[in-house]
């Protein structure tokens, strides 16, 4: 008896399915073996503890990437070094610390830049079929200006966020750093136990405290590793805080007794934008008021006897 059609397509789909799959296990083992042969050329470890497994669709992210980076890298080369170097410092500040993020992201500025008006032209949307040739082009170009500065408020937002996160964490860091150094430990034990105790409730704080006690480690002087905190993460109690740690080692005065007076003036200063905030209140909850809280009472309060008196005035008023 003849196979169906049905089947038979069936069966080719299943095969060219299969074989799609083992052709890209294939290539991401061979990948793999190359990575580690380069790596053994180069003198680098090759142990499976640090080697990270890539599966399939790791491999077409980091495929992925590497394009944009070298889409970035060659739009880069025509951009001035103090742009870059902001490009740079927001990335940073956003947690985004890798060698080819800035090339990363001008190759998604580039591919958006494209992809959107492609996306618009591509999509079946008659009022944009049928509106003028005028039209049509102001769309696109909208679409591209849209792909060209999105990211770049994407990353302003990924930076205002990140930054309230370290700002919303800070002060029980100071204070836990406070207990540290009263307890008896170093100034650059402290900051690397914080990062450890703060790990769970404010991971963003741990890992500028842990990026600190790695280049304390690694012999970088005191000024200089908290010079870069203030850098990175771009606050002006951080700066404050950096400053004040700077000053205290140069002049050897107590840092126990800088961090409590310093913890103290925070927590007042916190009270105080309390106090200020509670202030604002009534005079932002003015306007709601006015237009939305009042007229809606007004009607249910008013709306019932206003209806009971127009039932009872109006067959007096037309008789």
């Known amino acids: 008896?003849?196979?169906?059609?049905?089947?038979?397509?069936?069966?080719?789909?299943?095969?060219?399915?299969?074989?799609?799959?083992?052709?890209?296990?294939?290539?991401?083992?061979?990948?793999?073996?190359?990575?580690?042969?380069?790596?053994?050329?180069?003198?680098?470890?090759?142990?499976?503890?640090?080697?990270v497994a890539t599966t399939g669709l790791q491999y077409f992210r980091e495929l992925a990437v590497r394009l944009l980076e070298k889409v970035g890298?060659?739009?880069?080369?025509?951009?001035?070094?103090?742009?870059?170097?902001?490009?740079?410092?927001?990335?940073?500040?956003?947690?985004?610390?890798?060698?080819?993020?800035?090339?990363?992201?001008?190759?998604?500025k580039l591919l958006f830049t494209f992809v959107l008006p492609g996306i618009v032209f591509l999509l079946p949307?008659?009022?944009?079929?049928q509106a003028p040739l005028v039209q049509r082009l102001f769309a696109y170009?909208?679409?591209?200006?849209?792909?060209?500065?999105?990211?770049?408020?994407?990353?302003?937002?990924?930076?205002k966020k990140r930054k309230l996160k370290i700002l919303h964490g800070f002060p029980d860091a100071l204070d836990l750093l406070v207990v540290c150094v009263e307890a008896g430990l170093g100034l650059d034990a402290a900051l690397g136990r914080t990062g450890r105790?703060?790990?769970?409730?404010?991971?963003?704080?741990?890992e500028e405290f842990?990026?600190?006690?790695?280049?304390?480690r690694a012999g970088l002087p005191r000024a200089a590793a908290l010079g870069n905190l203030a850098r990175r993460v771009d606050l002006d109690p951080v700066k404050t805080l950096v400053a004040l740690l700077i000053q205290t080692d140069r002049f050897g005065t107590s840092i126990g007794?800088?961090?409590?007076?310093?913890?103290?003036?925070?927590?007042?200063?916190?009270?105080l934008k309390a106090e200020e905030m509670a202030g604002k209140l009534p005079v932002k909850m003015l306007f709601p008021l006015m237009f939305f809280i009042f007229p809606s009472l007004?009607?249910?309060i008013l709306g019932p006897a206003i209806v009971q008196g127009m039932r009872i005035l109006m067959p007096v008023l037309n008789s």
């Open 298 to 300: 007004f009607i249910v």
């Open 197 to 206: 105790e703060l790990a769970m409730a404010h991971p963003e704080l741990c």
């Open 1 to 51: 008896m003849p196979a169906s059609p049905i089947a038979t397509i069936s069966v080719l789909v299943f095969a060219a399915a299969f074989l799609a799959v083992m052709g890209v296990t294939l290539l991401v083992q061979s990948q793999r073996e190359r990575r580690g042969w380069q790596a053994r050329v180069r003198g680098q470890s090759t142990d499976a503890q640090t080697e």
């Open 73 to 108: 890298n060659a739009n880069q080369a025509k951009q001035k070094a103090p742009e870059l170097s902001a490009l740079r410092q927001l990335l940073i500040t956003a947690g985004y610390r890798s060698d080819n993020a800035p090339a990363v992201f001008t190759g998604f």
């Open 141 to 159: 170009l909208l679409m591209a200006a849209a792909g060209l500065y999105g990211p770049e408020l994407w990353l302003s937002h990924m930076v």
């Open 210 to 216: 842990h990026l600190v006690a790695l280049e304390l």
């Open 257 to 271: 007794l800088a961090l409590r007076v310093h913890s103290d003036s925070m927590r007042t200063e916190r009270a």
């Open 125 to 129: 949307i008659e009022a944009l079929d």
